[in-house]
């Protein structure tokens, strides 16, 4: 019974900061409305690309289409856990929250909730424009195994942006860049707008390390193919296996750089 | 009787860049490759207690340890040497233990400042585990207390003055009935009024819950007002640790009276003299 109790006190505390972050995008609505009209039309734009001048193309705008809302799934994920520490040190907020009774644990699991459902929102709202425009046909999608797909990459994703979470912690005025070109480097070689076979050979050796590259080729399968999850088994094992290494090593790496600030007095805002 | 605070030996060295003194090229160029670095000893080996209930004042010129001694104190900053404890519990074997017994407000009010008071609040609260809605009454009161008017608590703090939002900043800590609370220049740029409502409330605080405070500040008539005892801190070191009355007596020659600024620029002449200022606190 106590360790369900604390679970359940530890959950709740983790929703102060999926509270926090509602709040602030509440309170900075207009420039949400803005970023997401944007990502809207950027998807869009992404797609056109795939339409020939008849009309024909469908395949191609759906192949488009599933690689850019992965992406906007992921990259969401990623970008809301690695820049948690970086915000609150913009915001100068981060002494209280390292300050204050609660496991880190806890408090990463909070901003992955909320980076969770906030990726999971826009990525329905930039799916209901693009279904909205394109007459897309769904009708041999598997979807359970898209959903399945996404939850699994979601691991994966979550430890590496709690690996790189730990870099501004790090290096208070380099860190965010670096995990900014790690982002990026994810979106090039893991074939998000294209096969990895057209990467140079030294790219698809790097695809192959990055788990978003395991996500998209299982999700096309799922969705453009109709594919079962025992059809697209080896890339659920990759994603699952991945996913149960870099979130352990992640909380693992975030704890010891937090140890470093500690050591070296880099948790205060100036740095 | 346990201290609330007790602090032996603690240390902790800073390691700063060090510009290199030559003016050739190469040797510029390899200061950027590889910077010199230089250890500044923030905090020197202190040792004090704390009693439960007392008001215990650090006074000293900026850079003198002051923020890096309430930083140790709160967990956020591991000491190189020495150990420091709270209520018996050690800061880096019982960080958690320590963090459910302490709360600080900093110089800087450190909140979502795009966020309403309430809504910084309720994240306060959450953090802390506060169940229910408790919390909000408690927070009203002590905002009321404070002199803060209810129709400001839900707008966004960046739209409050400073002197509200460390008001705001005090009933944040006080939220959380913290047994140690960690003052570090909570009343620095606040106009006369509100530095003296803060101040009342810490002394009734005291009154009322026998909340130790440890408080760090640049007020000479502040600390004079609300401490039982003060250490004067320079370099990293305390230069006099006694009562009020009793410092004053370190430097009255013939029973003369003499005020605490007087006794602070006596004791920390050197670095005042240094940083552009004589030893009668006049700019030079």
């Not at chain 2, 958690?96 to 709360?103: A, D, E, S, W």
């Amino acid at each position: 019974m106590a360790p369900m109790l604390d679970f359940n006190r530890e959950l709740r505390r983790s929703y102060a900061l999926v509270e926090r972050n509602f709040n602030l995008i509440k309170r900075y609505l207009g420039w949400e409305v803005v970023f997401m009209v944007y990502t809207v039309v950027n998807t869009l734009t992404i797609a056109f690309i795939g339409l020939s001048p008849d009309g024909s193309g469908q395949d191609r705008v759906l192949y488009l289409v599933v690689g850019a809302l992965l992406w906007g799934f992921l990259s969401v994920l990623f970008h809301e856990v690695a820049e948690s520490v970086q915000w609150e040190r913009w915001e100068g907020t981060i002494e209280y929250s390292f300050m204050a009774p609660m496991r880190r644990f806890t408090y990463l699991g909070g901003v992955c909730l909320f980076a969770a459902a906030y990726g999971a929102i826009r990525t329905v709202i930039v799916m209901c424009a693009v279904v909205g425009i394109f007459d897309l046909d769904l009708g041999s999608a598997n979807l359970l195994a898209g959903l399945i797909v996404l939850l699994l990459s979601s691991l994966s994703f979550i430890g590496v942006g709690l690996m790189a979470a730990t870099l501004p912690l790090m290096s208070p005025e380099k860190g965010s860049q670096a995990a900014h070109i790690l982002e990026a480097a994810i979106l090039l070689v893991s074939g998000v707008y294209y096969d990895v076979s057209v990467l140079p050979v030294w790219m698809q050796r790097l695809s192959k390390i990055s788990p978003a590259t395991y996500t998209l080729r299982a999700a096309r399968a799922a969705l453009l193919d109709g594919a079962s999850l025992f059809d697209i088994r080896s890339d659920l094992l990759v994603l699952l296996a991945t996913g149960a290494i870099l979130i352990p090593l992640g909380l693992l790496v975030f704890n010891q750089g937090e140890l470093y600030a500690m050591r070296t007095g880099k948790l205060k805002r100036s740095g | 009787m346990q201290s609330a605070l007790e602090c032996c030996d603690a240390r902790k060295v800073f390691y700063v860049k060090r510009e290199r003194k030559s003016t050739s090229m190469l040797t510029r160029l390899f200061a950027k490759v590889i910077p010199k670095y230089e250890p500044v000893e923030a905090v020197d080996r202190l040792t004090f207690h704390v009693k439960p209930g007392e008001i215990f004042g650090i006074l000293g010129p900026n850079g003198s340890g002051k923020s890096t001694l309430i930083r140790l104190i709160s967990t956020l900053l591991l000491p190189d040497a020495g150990c420091i404890t709270v209520f018996g519990h050690d800061v880096v074997k019982e960080r958690y233990q320590v963090r459910k017994l302490i709360n600080r407000v900093s110089v800087d009010a450190a909140f979502f400042k795009g966020l309403s008071a309430m809504e910084n609040l309720s994240y306060a609260a959450r953090l802390y585990g506060l169940e229910g809605g408790a919390w909000q009454t408690t927070a009203t009161d002590i905002l009321c207390r404070l002199g803060l008017e209810s129709d400001k608590l839900h707008e966004p703090l960046e739209d409050l003055s400073r002197g509200m939002q460390q008001k705001i900043a005090v009933a944040r800590a006080l939220l959380t009935r913290p047994l140690l609370l960690l003052l570090d220049e909570p009343t620095t740029g606040l106009d006369p009024v509100s530095k003296r409502d803060v101040q009342d409330f810490v002394l009734e605080e005291r009154e009322r819950r026998g909340t130790t405070v440890v408080l760090t500040t640049h007020d000479m008539q502040e600390a004079d007002r609300l401490c039982d005892r003060i250490a004067v801190i320079d370099h990293g070191k305390f230069v006099a640790l006694d009562t009020p009355e009793g410092l004053k007596s370190l430097i009255s020659t013939n029973g003369e009276s003499v005020t605490l600024e007087e006794v602070f620029f006596s004791l920390t002449g050197k670095t005042l003299r240094s940083s552009g200022r004589c030893e009668n606190g006049n700019a030079v």
